[in-house]
């Protein structure tokens, strides 16, 4: 049994930067989450098609040192919070010592990892030693038969044994990310519930969000996003860089994003119509958990951004809400992503990216890179657009790092 409080970091203040980023919206932007690879050895049925995403060739994936540098630029900046992301990120050579380099900055003071916990059991230790602060696992079933319907690659037996590993080597606050599909799952909130009654597990339930949905066939390189020159005299452009203009809430050029979901074949990936078909409303998942375990309290947990966390009386853990659909809390969002092959993206739910990878490849100094890390806050929308049937295409989970 892991202690508590122990190496949880503090990550309610931010420690003095030299610099914060601020969006228009008033955002600080402090927190940068990190894809290390697009590549997964899971196929789950929301996020990958059968036969795998396409991937970047390995050339455009960002080395090490490439990362670490962004890394150093970023906290210059006020970044505080890392997570590291992929794809599966245990399967990147090289992640442990990544990890270590890190977790070396003072300033970040909450380093984490999200996995599919199959290759936990055999990590854990090496990254907690390593500077990893804790882990977000990927659990959608706590069925055998159901988790080969569901990630179609593994067995449930690696994650759970993954998840005992992290907690024994001390990966804490442990959190479990369970994407609720009608149809697959659902009627297992309440034993994932359950989970957090005695033990110091955090589980978030996540709505099924619409991330290009089946349209696989041409999800590599990036398509159909309109390409703009910036029109605010900003420097992108310079030493090689390209920009696709991203979507601004504000910006007229937004509606230029708008993503018709005709169903394609998914290649056994759900579609646009069994996506739909099988969303869970947050709603709906607190009513039937508070059927059985009485009123959820407010329970405040570190580092939750965009998640609502609670906890049934008693209970030593807590459990969240993600509800990018029903309840989208981007007014809270506070991240930027970077992607595997280094494009950084100001909302995962919107087209658009800025690209780091050829401006580090073609001598961009420090304080070019910053400042296209500036302006990329700048114009971070404000909010996603689903509900005005805007959608993210071009690219799949996987390759966005979720
Ligand atoms: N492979 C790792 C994992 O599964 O934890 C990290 C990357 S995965 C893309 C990150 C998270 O995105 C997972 O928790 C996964 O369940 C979630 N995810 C992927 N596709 C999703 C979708 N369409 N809707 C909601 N969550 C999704
Ligand atoms: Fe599943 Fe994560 Fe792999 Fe996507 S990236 S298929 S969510 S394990």
Not at 174 to 183: A, D, E, F, P, Q
Not at 185 to 206: A, K
Not at 303 to 314: D, E, K, M
Not at 360 to 371: H, L, N, Q, V, W
């Amino acid at each position: 049994m892991i202690k508590l409080d122990e190496k949880t970091p503090n990550i309610e203040t931010n420690s003095p930067a030299q610099e914060q980023l601020i969006d228009s919206f008033d955002r600080i932007i402090d927190y940068l989450r990190i894809s290390v690879t697009d590549r997964c050895n899971f196929r789950c049925v929301y996020c990958m098609p059968e036969a795998g995403a396409p991937v970047a060739p390995s050339a455009e994936i960002l080395t090490n040192d490439e990362i670490q540098r962004l890394v150093a630029i970023a906290v210059n900046l006020g970044m505080t919070k890392i997570r590291i992301t992929g794809g599966e990120p245990l399967l990147r050579k090289g992640l442990v010592e990544l990890v270590e380099s890190i977790s070396s900055h003072e300033r970040i003071k909450d380093l984490s990892l999200t996995t599919n916990g199959y290759l936990l059991g055999a990590l854990a230790e090496r990254l907690a030693r390593a500077g990893l602060h804790r882990v977000n696992v990927s659990l959608d079933t706590l069925k055998h038969d159901r988790f080969k319907r569901i990630a179609r690659r593994g067995e449930l037996k690696e994650v759970l044994e993954g998840i005992d590993a992290a907690e024994k080597a001390g990966l804490s606050p442990l959190k479990i990310n369970c994407v609720v599909m009608r149809g697959y799952n659902e009627d297992e909130v309440l034993d994932f519930v359950r989970l957090t009654l005695d033990r110091r597990i955090d589980v978030r339930f996540i709505e099924l969000m619409p991330i290009n949905w089946s349209q696989n066939d041409e999800m590599y390189p990036l398509q159909g996003a309109p390409t703009a020159a910036p029109s605010d005299g900003e420097p992108f452009g310079s030493k090689g860089s390209s920009i696709t203009l991203y979507a601004n809430s504000q910006l007229a050029t937004f509606n230029q994003l708008f993503h018709d979901s005709r169903i394609k074949s998914g290649g056994g990936m759900l579609d646009a119509s069994a996506m739909k078909s099988s969303f869970v409303a947050t709603d709906e998942m607190r009513t039937s958990i508070e059927a059985t375990f009485g009123e959820l309290l407010p329970a405040i947990i570190r580092a939750n951004g965009p998640v609502r966390s609670y906890r049934v009386a008693g209970a030593v853990g807590t459990v969240g809400f993600i509800s990018q659909i029903s309840n989208d809390m981007c007014i809270n969002c506070n991240r930027l992503r970077l992607t595997a092959d280094g494009q950084l993206r100001p909302c995962l739910m919107a087209d658009g990216e800025v690209d780091l990878r050829s401006a580090m490849r073609t001598g961009a100094t420090d304080s070019e890179i910053e400042e296209m890390i500036r302006i990329t806050v700048k114009h971070k929308p404000k909010e996603h657009r689903l509900e005005d049937g805007i959608e993210p295409t071009g690219r799949n989970m996987s390759q966005l790092g979720g």
